[in-house]
């Protein structure tokens, strides 16, 4: 029988990883991480660890752009998108989407130009034009 033998990276004692993305050059993995309210860049060549602290509820949903530049990040409780250059992991942006959608699964198009946002709450899927970070 094959065996899977994974690489394991530490994240620390106390952590709730709840969603992984990996970008389209395979060259990382992010994680959103509930208890510590902050997102993971690992980098799989080395598995060097980088993280964004978010003035966040509940990170949860994840998606890379296209061209890997920007991490969409989804905050079910606070209703909101956190827009994350991947270079700095720095926050660039936060869009507010309507009060009762509880954003929290994500996709992007292949021109990285509308995000698709499932509504936990809202039942509801909702269309936000990238360029603008309103709905479209």
Do not use: C
């Not at 602290?53 to 990040?73: F, I, R, T």
């Not at 956190?82 to 992007?108: Q, R, Y």
């Not at 509308?114 to 603008?132: D, E, Q």
């Amino acid at each position: 029988a094959n065996v899977l033998n994974p690489t394991q990276v530490s994240l620390g004692a106390g952590l709730f990883p709840y969603e992984a993305a990996a970008s389209l050059d395979g060259q990382y993995i992010y994680m959103s991480d509930l208890s510590a309210k902050k997102v993971v860049q690992i980098k799989i060549a080395d598995n060097s660890v980088r993280s964004l602290q978010l003035a966040s509820n509940a990170p949860q949903g994840l998606v890379v752009s296209p061209d890997g530049s920007k991490l969409y990040v989804a905050d079910t409780n606070a209703d909101t998108i956190f827009v994350v250059n991947t270079n700095t992991m720095a926050l660039t942006a936060t869009w507010n989407l309507a009060a009762g959608t509880g954003p929290i699964g994500l996709a992007i198009n292949p021109a990285g130009s509308n995000l698709f946002v499932a509504g936990f709450y809202s039942n509801k899927l909702v269309t936000v034009n990238t360029t603008l970070g309103r709905r479209s």
